[in-house]
């Protein structure tokens, strides 16, 4: 029976369903082809419409979907389980810009009288740290002081907040340690703000707090307690915790956390055992792997070739097109510049030319 004949109090509910069939199933181009057919048959779509349409969305799908959706009767109705939807939807695309705008309107007299709460926050502050947005980010904490007294109880607003203080580090902490109770993702935010910063040995000693009090590290905190490693050149304690990670956490090592490692060894110098580590790996080297040894060629003004005798034959294919086929990525230009820097040739002068990346225009806020 085709949607469209579905008797009118269910319409809106079973177009609901279809959708979040579509997205359970990974199916994003068939959700956006029933979500236009929704908008043909001039069903009011809600909050429920929209996050179903969240993990099928592609770049700004979703958040463009919203915009178009006009505030009268028949349209979209803006209570705050709508905001939140639209607002989540732009900060899970990466749009921080427009996630803060809907802010803005939301408190404005677009919103219709309608006030944030946690969840609204919380991807305000997200979308804070991603943009940089420090005007932002004092109004939102003002308002979380003013408003929601309690707020220290609510976790996952204290992660964005902490997260989003990490550039005062003694804010962080104070926050931290006025929580009632912590989350990993608490611990992991404050490990990596310091390791972020330089204070390696203040990351270590969080993270053996951490485990004494009894909560499991995983994957994304022992990228954060290696890089903080990394950063601090504290090469002993980098390498003891990467290598007891599966005896005592019970911890594959990812991609991310060789990368770490790579990162770390290349710092100290150690590029050889950097090159062994490389080509022990269980899976191929990416991007970030080779751009982390070929950085750590360029401090050392040492050619890749040199590197204990070159690199392995069967991972040098992948070398060139595993980060040259990384638009944007920030170590793509490491690739071009370190043959360049080393051997001077014309050819390597003509490859930097060719590489080098367009770099996206820089946002600045004006009065934060």
């Known amino acids: ?173 104070q926050l931290f340690d006025e929580m009632p109770r912590r989350s990993i993702v608490s611990w992991t935010a404050l490990i990596t703000g310091y390791g972020m910063h330089g204070h390696g040995d203040i990351a270590v000693s969080l993270f053996e707090r951490m485990v004494s009090e009894g909560i499991r590290p995983d994957n994304v905190a022992m990228v954060g307690l290696l890089s903080a490693c990394s950063h601090a050149g504290m090469y002993d304690e980098g390498r003891r915790y990467f290598s007891t990670m599966e005896s005592a956490y019970k911890l594959r090592p990812t991609l991310e956390h060789y990368t770490c490692m790579a990162d770390l060894l290349g710092r100290a110098g150690r590029l050889e055992e950097a090159r062994e580590l490389i080509s022990s790996m269980p899976m191929p080297a990416d991007g970030a792997v080779w751009g982390a040894l070929l950085g750590a060629c360029k401090i050392h003004s040492l050619r890749p070739g040199l590197v204990g005798g070159g690199l392995p034959r069967h991972h040098q294919p992948q070398l060139l097109p595993g980060l040259i086929l990384e638009p944007g990525h ?30 996206a225009p820089p946002v600045i806020e004006i009065g934060g």
Not at 62 to 69: K, L
Not at 339 to 352: F, L, Q, S, Y
């Open 1 to 173: 029976m085709p949607l469209e004949s579905t008797p009118h109090t269910t319409l809106r509910t079973a177009f609901n369903s279809v959708i979040s069939g579509c997205a359970l199933h990974a199916l994003p181009a068939a959700c956006f082809t029933v979500f236009r057919r929704m908008r043909a048959a001039s069903v009011r779509f809600d909050a429920v419409t929209l996050l179903a349409l969240v993990p099928a969305a592609p770049l700004s799908a979703v958040p463009q979907a919203a915009r178009s959706a006009p505030p009268s009767p028949g349209g979209f109705s803006r209570d705050l389980v709508s905001w939140n939807a639209v607002l989540s939807a732009h900060a899970q695309n990466g749009l921080a810009v427009d996630a803060l705008e809907l802010y803005r309107r939301m408190r404005g007299p677009d919103g219709g009288g309608v006030e944030p709460d946690a969840v609204t926050l919380v991807g305000v502050l997200s979308s804070c740290a991603y943009q940089g947005a420090r005007g932002v980010h004092f109004d939102v904490e003002r308002y979380v002081r003013e408003r929601l007294p309690s707020f220290r109880t609510n976790v996952q607003l204290c992660n964005a907040l902490i997260n989003l203080r990490c550039g005062s580090l003694p804010r962080a902490q």
């Open 330 to 359: 920030r170590r793509r230009r490491h690739l071009a510049a370190v043959p360049c820097a080393a051997a001077k040739t014309d050819g390597g002068r003509r490859r930097w030319r060719w590489t080098k990346m367009d770099k």
